[in-house]
């Protein structure tokens, strides 16, 4: 789902690859928040 998402993302906005991997960090950081405070 996340990496489908991402996908799209990235087909509709073209960045470059450092955003990429700091908006894909930042998701994951917010994945494991939501994770650690289930």
């Known amino acids: 789902m996340l990496r ?3 996908e799209r993302y ?3 906005h ?3 690859k ?3 991997v700091v908006t894909a ?3 994951a950081d917010q994945v ?3 994770e650690k405070t289930k």
């Open 32 to 34: 494991l928040l939501t």
């Open 4 to 6: 489908i998402a991402l």
């Open 25 to 27: 960090y930042a998701m």
């Open 18 to 20: 450092r955003s990429v």
């Open 10 to 12: 990235y087909k509709k």
């Open 14 to 16: 073209i960045i470059n």
